[in-house]
């Protein structure tokens, strides 16, 4: 049984950057096949996905077009966990905020963030 | 991007009656490559992430129970829900894996009649 565990404050400012985690139990984050992927939801936007990391003999990241330029999703493979930077934020990135894994449909989901930028 | 777009927006159904929520896409989801459709159907209720109830458009996730199920092939789909009970309550959204960005319909709200 996968487990994702969400971390990270609820509350930024405009123009900082949003950080958040996920840590990862009952799986690895280096597994072939699987990706890892941040996803958000608000009223305006519904379910957006923003980008996903991934291990197929080397790493792999995609980023959705609307926040490419300000985002970054890192592995880490010692802590078995993968993490969200959104740099810049505004008022618009006010959402709660999900990781997911995606084999390729997504089984698993972290509680979700609601974050705030204000 | 791959638009993916819902009907209806809302629906309510009288519990142990059939509810159908239809989902098409703006491309083939078909692959060449493996002969599944990939599309994945999910479950939201409030205050709580989407739960994945079906993958490849038709294989029902484990523990999910037998009476949802999904259909369809290329850019039209289907997820039915034969005999609806109070707790199939929530807003279902269907969702492509074919390429990123991955994208999802924008949810089908299901009531009780």
């Known amino acids: 049984q996968v487990h994702l565990q969400q971390s990270g404050p609820g509350l930024v400012k405009p123009s900082q950057t949003l950080s958040l985690t996920c840590a990862i139990s009952g799986d690895s984050v280096s597994a072939n096949n699987i990706a890892w992927n941040w996803i958000r939801q608000s009223p305006s936007r519904g379910l957006e996905w923003l980008g996903r990391?991934?291990?197929?003999?080397?790493?792999?990241?995609n980023y959705a077009p609307s926040v490419r330029g300000r985002i970054t999703i890192n592995p880490d493979t010692s802590k078995n966990q993968f993490s969200l930077q959104l740099n810049s934020v505004t008022p618009d990135d006010t959402a709660v905020y999900y990781c997911?894994?995606?084999?390729?449909?997504?089984?698993?989901w972290g509680q979700g963030t609601t974050v705030s930028v204000s | 991007d791959i638009v993916m777009t819902q009907s209806p927006d809302s629906l309510a159904v009288s519990l142990g009656e059939r509810a159908t929520i239809h989902c098409k896409s703006g491309?083939?989801?078909?692959?060449?490559?493996?002969?599944?459709?990939?599309l994945g159907w999910y479950q939201q209720k409030p205050g709580q992430p989407p739960k994945l109830l079906i993958n490849?458009?038709?294989a029902r996730e484990p523990g999910v129970p037998d009476r949802f199920s999904g259909s369809g092939s290329g850019t039209d789909f289907t997820l039915t829900i034969s005999e609806l009970q109070a707790e199939d309550v929530a807003v279902y959204y269907c969702q492509q894996y074919d390429g990123v960005p991955y994208t999802f319909g924008q949810g089908t709200k299901l009531e009780i009649k």
């Open positions: 490849w458009a038709s």
């Open positions: 997911s894994r995606a084999a390729p449909g997504m089984d698993a």
């Open positions: 491309q083939n989801l078909l692959s060449s490559f493996n002969n599944k459709n990939h």
């Open positions: 990391a991934y291990f197929s003999s080397r790493w792999y990241t």
